[in-house]
Nanobody, 123 residues
Framework: QVHLVESGGGLVQPGGSLRLSCAPS????????YGWYRQAPGQQRELVAI???????DYGDSVKGRFTISRDNAKNMVFLQMNSLKPEDTAVYYC?????????????????WGQGTQVTVSS
């Protein structure tokens, strides 16, 4: 099973920016679909942004115009650039990738989640 390693969370003041990163823990063939989700205390996990290879990104209504999802194909990394952060953006952020790996019998695709990174927006 391929694990995802997230980084970039932390404490930021309202109006500030953060950039989250997510990368597989070992070599993979491709990332088919990539997304970011978040979960605030006492709330359900919600979609922040999602995109498929070669397709347009889709964003949750609360982050449109402020967050941008992107990827580095050469490094098989995905990012979430978060600007104009608000206190209500405070949550644990999770990356989710549908990745393609080589197996003994060919290839296989499956979904994998990161461990989560805390983002806190507070003055």
């Amino acid at each position: 099973q391929v694990h995802l390693v997230e980084s970039g969370g932390g404490l930021v003041q309202p109006g500030g920016s953060l950039r989250l990163s997510c990368a597989p823990s070992e070599s993979i063939l491709a990332i088919n679909v990539y997304g970011w989700y978040r979960q605030a205390p006492g709330q359900q996990r919600e979609l922040v942004a999602i995109a498929a290879y070669g397709g347009a990104a889709d964003y949750g209504d609360s982050v449109k115009g402020r967050f941008t999802i992107s990827r580095d194909n050469a490094k098989n990394m995905v990012f979430l650039q978060m600007n104009s952060l608000k206190p209500e953006d405070t949550a644990v952020y999770y990356c989710n990738l549908e990745i393609k790996v080589r197996t003994d019998w060919g290839t296989s695709s499956f979904s994998s989640w990161g461990q989560g990174t805390q983002v806190t927006v507070s003055s």
